[in-house]
Protein backbone atom coordinates (compact mmCIF):
# COMPACT_ATOMS: atom_id res chain seq x y z
CA UNK A 1 0.00 0.00 0.00
CA UNK A 2 1.59 3.40 -1.11
CA UNK A 3 0.98 6.72 0.92
CA UNK A 4 1.63 10.20 0.49
CA UNK A 5 1.46 12.20 3.65
CA UNK A 6 1.55 16.20 3.22
CA UNK A 7 2.62 18.62 5.96
CA UNK A 8 3.56 22.31 6.28
CA UNK A 9 0.24 23.80 5.77
CA UNK A 10 -0.89 26.40 8.00
CA UNK A 11 -2.05 29.75 8.69
CA UNK A 12 -0.07 32.83 7.16
CA UNK A 13 -0.44 36.40 6.24
CA UNK A 14 0.08 37.91 3.09
CA UNK A 15 3.40 38.15 1.93
CA UNK A 16 4.69 35.32 3.89
CA UNK A 17 6.31 31.61 3.05
CA UNK A 18 5.50 28.52 3.79
CA UNK A 19 6.88 25.02 2.99
CA UNK A 20 4.92 21.94 2.28
CA UNK A 21 6.11 18.74 2.07
CA UNK A 22 4.99 15.40 0.74
CA UNK A 23 6.23 12.25 1.91
CA UNK A 24 5.59 9.00 -0.23
CA UNK A 25 5.97 5.53 1.96
CA UNK A 26 5.05 1.95 0.91
CA UNK A 27 6.50 -0.56 -1.28
CA UNK A 28 7.23 2.20 -3.84
CA UNK A 29 9.70 0.83 -7.16
CA UNK A 30 9.55 4.16 -8.77
CA UNK A 31 8.12 7.34 -9.34
CA UNK A 32 7.83 9.27 -11.95
CA UNK A 33 5.80 12.57 -12.30
CA UNK A 34 4.78 14.38 -9.26
CA UNK A 35 2.94 17.31 -8.74
CA UNK A 36 0.63 19.67 -6.24
CA UNK A 37 -2.37 20.50 -6.71
CA UNK A 38 -5.08 22.99 -5.00
CA UNK A 39 -8.38 23.47 -4.76
CA UNK A 40 -10.09 26.49 -2.69
CA UNK A 41 -14.30 26.36 -1.41
CA UNK A 42 -16.27 26.34 -4.89
CA UNK A 43 -13.58 26.04 -6.93
CA UNK A 44 -12.15 22.41 -9.31
CA UNK A 45 -8.53 21.32 -8.40
CA UNK A 46 -5.90 22.65 -10.45
CA UNK A 47 -2.22 21.81 -11.18
CA UNK A 48 -0.24 24.34 -9.07
CA UNK A 49 3.31 22.66 -10.09
CA UNK A 50 4.40 19.36 -11.41
CA UNK A 51 8.11 17.65 -11.50
CA UNK A 52 9.25 15.25 -13.64
CA UNK A 53 12.19 12.54 -12.09
CA UNK A 54 14.66 13.96 -14.01
CA UNK A 55 14.00 17.46 -12.44
CA UNK A 56 11.83 19.14 -15.16
CA UNK A 57 9.21 21.17 -13.72
CA UNK A 58 5.70 23.22 -15.05
CA UNK A 59 3.90 25.76 -12.88
CA UNK A 60 0.76 27.54 -13.34
CA UNK A 61 0.89 31.39 -14.55
CA UNK A 62 -0.40 32.26 -11.23
CA UNK A 63 2.68 31.19 -9.09
CA UNK A 64 5.10 31.44 -11.18
CA UNK A 65 8.12 33.70 -9.94
CA UNK A 66 6.46 32.42 -6.13
CA UNK A 67 6.44 28.89 -6.06
CA UNK A 68 9.40 26.42 -6.42
CA UNK A 69 9.05 22.81 -6.51
CA UNK A 70 11.51 20.32 -5.94
CA UNK A 71 12.08 16.77 -4.95
CA UNK A 72 14.16 14.62 -3.08
CA UNK A 73 14.48 10.99 -5.04
CA UNK A 74 16.46 9.27 -2.27
CA UNK A 75 13.85 10.13 0.16
CA UNK A 76 10.85 9.88 -1.93
CA UNK A 77 9.75 13.29 -0.68
CA UNK A 78 8.26 15.87 -2.79
CA UNK A 79 8.59 19.92 -1.74
CA UNK A 80 6.92 22.90 -2.54
CA UNK A 81 8.32 26.70 -1.51
CA UNK A 82 5.89 29.56 -1.31
CA UNK A 83 6.71 32.58 -1.55
CA UNK A 84 5.18 36.42 -1.56
CA UNK A 85 1.75 34.44 -0.64
CA UNK A 86 -1.78 35.84 -1.63
CA UNK A 87 -5.03 35.43 -0.03
CA UNK A 88 -5.91 34.08 -3.74
CA UNK A 89 -3.71 31.28 -2.72
CA UNK A 90 -5.78 30.03 0.19
CA UNK A 91 -6.64 26.79 -0.52
CA UNK A 92 -6.43 22.68 0.47
CA UNK A 93 -3.08 21.78 -1.56
CA UNK A 94 -2.63 18.10 -2.56
CA UNK A 95 0.37 15.93 -3.85
CA UNK A 96 -0.02 13.16 -6.28
CA UNK A 97 2.69 11.17 -7.48
CA UNK A 98 2.07 8.92 -10.83
CA UNK A 99 4.53 5.60 -9.25
CA UNK A 100 4.76 1.92 -9.79
CA UNK A 101 4.18 -0.07 -6.69
CA UNK A 102 3.66 -3.84 -6.32
CA UNK A 103 4.20 -4.66 -10.22
CA UNK A 104 1.47 -1.78 -10.79
CA UNK A 105 1.04 1.28 -12.37
CA UNK A 106 -0.60 4.06 -10.24
CA UNK A 107 -1.57 7.51 -9.20
CA UNK A 108 -1.89 7.93 -5.58
CA UNK A 109 -2.90 11.47 -3.87
CA UNK A 110 -2.53 12.84 -0.50
CA UNK A 111 -5.14 13.47 1.75
CA UNK A 112 -4.50 17.25 1.54
CA UNK A 113 -3.06 19.84 4.18
CA UNK A 114 -4.90 23.54 4.35
CA UNK A 115 -3.35 26.83 3.46
CA UNK A 116 -4.61 30.23 4.50
CA UNK A 117 -3.49 33.46 3.44
CA UNK A 118 -4.69 36.22 5.53
CA UNK A 119 -5.26 39.90 3.93
Known amino acids: QVQLVESGGGLVQAGGSLRLSCAASGSIFSINAMGWYRQAPGKQRELVAA???????NYADSVKGRFTISRDNAKNTLYLQMNSLKPEDTAVYYCAASLVADGVALDSWGQGTQVTVSS
Open 51 to 57: ITSGGST
